[in-house]
């Protein structure tokens, strides 16, 4: 199936889902900040996915758990749409 961009069902989705992260963005502000400082200590380079890198901020950055579980998707989309984080089209690798 392919989805047409102007498709006015998706446009609402996606505007949908930008003011949900934006709300648990504002809700979680501080905490943002300091995962967005705290996430620039991963070492580059290294292959994690989103859950590797909640577990490594929590445990190896002592990163206290959000308000709300969403903010952290919201944390992986800010430093997607940053840059910082690129899809590498690897598997994940489970230990």
Do not use: Y
Not at 19 to 47: F, P, S, Y
Not at 55 to 67: I, R
Request: hydrophobic fraction near 45%; aromatic fraction near 4%; charge should be positive.
């Amino acid at each position: 199936m392919r989805v047409c961009v102007h498709d006015p069902l998706m446009n609402d989705a996606r505007q949908a889902r930008d003011e949900g992260i934006a709300r648990v963005k504002r809700a979680n502000a501080k905490w943002m900040a300091d995962a967005l400082q705290a996430i620039t200590m991963v070492d580059c380079g290294v292959h994690m996915t989103g859950e590797e890198i909640r577990l490594h901020l929590t445990d190896q950055c002592f990163l206290p758990a959000p308000s709300h579980h969403n903010a952290w998707g919201a944390l992986i989309r800010t430093v997607t749409v940053r840059g910082w984080l690129i899809d590498t089209h690897a598997p994940a690798v489970r230990q």
